[in-house]
């Protein structure tokens, strides 16, 4: 059985407590003879700014780059609301993904049918909903430049953001999404806004070449994102797979997860290019931050962390078959009645951090 390199970063606030669980399913991943990790443990955001001055030191950015994979908890907090920007914790994650260059962010949003009541929306409108977010993560409007503040001439501001794609950019994403609904029902929605801006026009220009030239086998459609938006809330189950850029994907994405209940339940990845030797660098890490409300007062679900290695074990070390057993423990846990306190309706018995790493464990 092989054996890869996990680097496992579980930051602050509720980060160590969720990270705590993941450790406890690697311990039973290994002694079922499913998967053994070598894992280590480094510091990254608030963490790493207490020990080093800085949220993100270049020993830690040498072993991610190391790593088969990396874990990740959450930064950030009150605690360090004061320091400088650039070196504020969140400049830790950014690092990581800007150095490791992963470009694309993938945000599964399923509604488990024992919180179906947790959404946002009526339980038919999302029962078995099932949707891939594919956002791109490093290029856009974020990243652009020109990108500043300037004075005019009568004293008034001008703010500028500068929304920038290439040809390049946008033929690889697009490859994860249609390498992604292969495995899935084979659809792919592409969002963007050709019809007022040019980054929209080459966007949907570059999604259908890559489509013809590599993947008739999947169902491709275009949407515009606004539209995008309207019909997560008003059809979601229609979209399987769906592609679109950092800035849409970033608004998008919170809206498919609201649909899901709670954020404690919604994991992601964050992918890097193939390489010569057919891997990827690519960073695990669950949607919500610290959660410094909660912070330890074993309060924090831990199902987005856990969620987040099953993600691990799906894209970076082909494990397919012990991610469903992962994701399928989750599942069964939530259908036994398991609920931490996010999640947890009226009149449910509610666990703890612990305790549902606990139920997920018994589960698998
Ligand atoms: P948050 O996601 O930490 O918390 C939002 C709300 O959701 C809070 O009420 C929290 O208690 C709850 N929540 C979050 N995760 C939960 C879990 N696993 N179980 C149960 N409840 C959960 O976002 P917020 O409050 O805006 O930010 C707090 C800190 O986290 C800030 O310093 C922020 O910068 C940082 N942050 C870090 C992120 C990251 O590491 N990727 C992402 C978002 C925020
Ligand atoms: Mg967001």
Redesign the pocket.
């Known amino acids: 059985m092989p054996t890869y390199k996990l680097l496992l970063l579980p930051?602050d606030?509720?980060g160590p407590e969720?990270m705590g669980q993941v450790q406890t399913v690697i311990g039973v991943l290994a002694e079922t003879g499913i998967a053994t990790f070598e894992t280590e443990t480094d510091l990254v955001?608030g963490a790493a700014i207490d020990a080093h001055g800085k949220p993100l030191a270049d020993a830690t950015l040498a072993r991610a780059d190391a790593a088969d994979a990396i874990l990740l908890g959450?930064?950030?907090?009150p605690k360090w609301n004061g320091v400088a920007y650039d070196i504020r914790?969140?400049a830790g994650?950014l690092r990581l993904r800007k150095d490791l260059g992963l470009f694309a962010n993938l945000r599964p949003a399923i509604c488990y049918p024992a919180l179906a009541e947790a959404s946002a929306l009526k339980r038919e409108l999302v029962e078995g909903l099932d949707i891939m977010i594919v956002r791109e993560l490093t290029g856009g409007v974020y990243f652009g430049e020109p990108k500043e503040i300037t004075t005019l001439p009568d004293g008034s501001k001008r703010a500028v953001d500068t929304q920038v794609y290439t040809t390049g950019e946008i033929e690889r994403i697009a490859h994860v999404a249609f390498d992604l609904a292969r495995k899935r029902s084979g659809r792919v929605a592409s969002a963007e806004k050709n019809n007022v801006m040019k980054s929209g026009v080459l966007w949907k220009e570059v999604v259908t070449q890559v489509h013809a030239a590599h993947y008739a086998d999947v169902a491709l459609e275009h949407v515009l994102a606004d539209n995008c938006a309207m019909q997560l809330v008003r059809r979601p189950k229609q979209f399987d797979v769906l592609v679109t850029d950092n800035l849409f994907g970033d608004v998008l994405s919170d809206v498919a997860a609201m649909l899901t209940g709670?954020?404690?339940m919604l994991p992601s990845a964050s992918l890097g290019a193939v390489d010569a030797r057919g891997t990827r660098k690519a960073l695990y890490?669950?949607v919500?931050?610290?959660?410094?409300?909660?912070a330890g007062q074993d309060?924090?679900?831990?199902l987005?962390m856990i969620g987040s290695l099953a993600m691990a074990l799906r894209y970076s070390f082909g494990l397919g078959e012990a991610a469903d057993l992962l994701d399928g423990a989750i599942t069964d846990a939530l259908a036994g009645g398991a609920r931490?306190?996010?999640i947890a309706g009226d009149g449910a018995k509610v666990l703890g951090t612990a305790g549902m790493g606990e139920a997920v464990v018994s589960a698998l």
């Open positions: 930051g606030g509720i969720v955001g959450a930064v950030g907090g914790p969140e994650l709670s954020l404690g890490e669950p919500h931050g610290s959660a410094p409300d909660i309060l924090a679900n831990p987005a931490t306190k996010d």
